[in-house]
């Protein structure tokens, strides 16, 4: 079974340029997360994706992130206009259902630096 | 959201069994008891998690503590792979599986 495929691995962008991120989750997976895991941290998350619609996005700083995930199945995340505090290492996890009770599943991660 | 609290840093020899503490004092009845671990530089990978039950599975086993305000993360064997920072996390099962991270352990393995 394939995992969460996300790209680009790495990114360097400087401040006031825009970055967009892609996500593909576990095939057949509803619950699609967005976390941000600046170095040192254990990983935030900013939004979450039941289907196509959001289901929790209190994190998502949204003067200047925004996700979407149109078809219910992969996502992009894109800041505009980056600052150097988003510095970070972006995962994308995938569940098979919202429910607590089900283990999430995480990609490799893109890591950006913003200089 | 409840909270855990779990040792800085934990060492093991390799082949030994680690048993990793969690106390999670303010935990309610509906919440379950969840294990991540992350190996350097990849995603967070998921271990086990349980309700009220110890559970095993292929990677290790959750002993629950019978008020269920603590449990432990046993790996029976400890192998080099298993450095890596281990968190244990609360959600609420009636919520949105919401994983909040907190410091973790970072467990070392010695050969």
């Known amino acids: 079974e394939a995992g969460v495929a996300q790209s680009p691995r790495y990114k360097i962008i400087e401040k006031r340029q825009s970055v967009a991120f892609w996500c593909n989750p576990i095939?057949?997976?509803?619950?699609l997360y967005w976390y941000q895991q600046i170095l040192g941290q254990g990983p935030k998350l900013l939004i979450q994706f039941q289907n196509n619609g959001v289901v929790d996005d209190s994190q998502l700083p949204k003067d200047r992130f925004s996700a979407e995930r149109l078809k219910g199945v992969d996502s992009t995340l894109k800041i505009q206009p980056a600052k150097l505090e988003d510095s970070a290492v972006y995962l994308c996890?995938?569940?098979?259902?919202?429910?607590?009770?089900?283990?999430?599943?995480f990609g490799p991660g893109t890591r950006l630096t913003v200089t | 959201d409840a909270k855990t609290t779990q040792p800085n840093s934990m060492e093991s020899n390799e082949e030994e069994p680690v048993h990793l503490p969690c106390n999670h004092s303010t935990i309610s009845g509906t919440d379950y008891i969840h294990w991540y671990r992350q190996l350097p530089s990849q995603g967070p990978e998921y271990v086990i998690h349980g309700l009220t039950s110890n559970v095993n599975n292929r990677m290790a086993s959750l002993a629950i503590a019978e008020d269920r305000k603590s449990s432990t993360l046993i790996l029976h064997r400890a192998t080099l792979r298993d450095a890596a920072v281990y968190y244990c996390i609360l959600t609420f099962s009636g919520g949105y599986n919401k994983l909040i991270f907190g410091a973790g352990t970072r467990l070392a393995v010695h050969p």
């Open positions: 095939s057949g997976h509803a619950t």
């Open positions: 996890a995938s569940s098979l259902g919202w429910d607590s009770s089900y283990e999430q599943y």
